[in-house]
């Protein structure tokens, strides 16, 4: 058996977000995309929140790979990609039916978690290419996906879904895959231990060691010590030895790190309560941050303050607690929490508003669908997740009477939401006498925790990736016999071999 392997990165290279690699395994004959995201810098100042409509566009801001060579020809879907400008949604559908895209040479795509800058670009992949990704990765996607409109970076029809949770292994013509959950800033989040023809690879996704799952992580480390142990794999002989052959490591702050937890959240938080002359709080973290929202929701619940958030994300909460598989999901828990108050947004009918209405409807629980004016009349005692409001409105709205504080946790570069500048809204509620506060524990390792991570794998070879400063993984690795490779080559991809 050939045991070489090519690794190209498509993106991610030299910058947060954006990832998207591709790993050829000529011992296997496999070709395997992981993630597949675009760089949210650069996409909202190309876009202007206008969502593109045609793929032709994405290539000229860079955002995703325009496919060159054999492997990656028909790499896009020929049918399936829906341009929302020319078309209706339905139409589009229709059109779709009994559509086969050509033949291609992927044979899997594998998302590792459910933040846009790795999954953007399903909607326009080749829809014989299967996407491996985690039961809960494909929930908030699609929790998300309800509550967009119909758009181009938001059709999923005819995508060929293949689901795994930890302790499965997936296995594509031999080559083994093994998913093992990771601590992030969005449920289900994942790494990928790769049992290559060349050795073992492996891709750590987003992480860190700091937050309230962290041994998560750790089952990572223990899974890759696991197998070196038992010298298992490389299949074939020839490079059969004890160390990984590559590790593909985010680092997204390699250069900064700040000691802070979800615990530290939760403490700073407690202390803004021993002495409280505010009757509300403004709070801003992104809708998949669920450790954040269970921090701030379960603060709500013990001083008896209100809990208040949009019903589109009162319906992403409600998805995401049915048949929650982490018990953790359960808590806020959107129906049983009668602390938790629902913001009605707009009276247009939107496929999903129903759910929520027809729940509290159920229930008896329509006391806790509240209109903007309950806001503006309130007595106080509340806490106001606006992430997800119209900034306008919102200012609008706020109790003149009453003393609110701003509570800003910093929104990572892969959400829609990072151009929402908080500085601006800042300033803005400091015009209406608001003052602010940041209180945050970032999703992702912070310096010393990367480091350690690395030495748990010691790999031969290291590619960084998410961040825009590699070269400080070869600073921070230079006495180590552990080659550091720095993606060069940022406009046609990066592209190394192992053997
Ligand atoms: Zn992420």
Known sequence: MKSTLKITLLGGINEIG???????????????????????????????????????????????????????RNLYSKYYIFNHKKQRHGQKVGECKNKTDPP???????????????YYGITLLNRNIPIYTGVTTKKIILSHYDTRGFRMDNFYTGLKWKLFRTGNIIDIKGLEIIPIHVDHSVPGSYGFIFKTSAGIVVYSGDFRLHGPLSYMTGDLLLKVKELLRRGDPPKNEINNNSRVK???????????????????????????FKNIFFNYFLVKYDRGDWDRFRTYATIAKQHNWKYIITEKDAYFYYRLNKKAIYPTM??????????????????????????????????????RYIEFEDITNSEGNFFLNITSLNKEQLLESLPNHLKGLFLSSTIDPYTDHFYDDSKTLEK????????????????????????????????????????????????????????????????????????
């Open 18 to 72: 954006g990832n998207c690699v591709l790993l050829e395994d000529l011992g296997f004959d496999v070709n395997l995309l992981i993630d597949f995201g675009i760089n949210f810098e650069r996409y909202n100042p190309s876009f202007n929140y206008d969502a593109p409509s045609n793929i032709e566009s994405l290539f000229k801001a860079k955002l995703i790979p325009r496919p060159k060579g054999e492997v990656l």
């Open 330 to 367: 359960k808590n806020p828990h959107i129906r049983k929490d009668d602390h938790i108050y629902i913001l009605k947004q707009s009276h247009r009918r939107y496929p999903w508003k129903p759910f929520i209405e027809n729940m509290l409807k159920k229930h008896e629980k329509m006391w």
């Open 104 to 118: 291609t040479k992927i044979h899997g795509l594998l998302i590792s978690h459910a933040h846009r800058d790795h």
């Open 428 to 499: 803005k509620l400091l015009n209406l006498h608001i003052p602010s506060y940041r209180i945050n524990a970032s999703g992702h390792a912070i310096p010393h925790d990367i480091y350690k991570y690395i030495m748990e794998i010691n790999p031969e070879n290291l590619i960084p990736i998410h961040t825009k400063y590699p070269e400080l993984f070869e600073k921070l690795l230079s006495n180590k016999d552990i080659n550091v490779i720095i993606p060069q080559d940022k406009e046609n991809g990066f592209q190394i071999e192992v053997s």
């Open 246 to 272: 590559c590790l593909i490591c985010e680092g997204t702050h390699i250069h900064k790190g700040a000691i802070e937890s979800e615990r530290t959240v939760k403490k700073n938080l407690k202390t803004l």
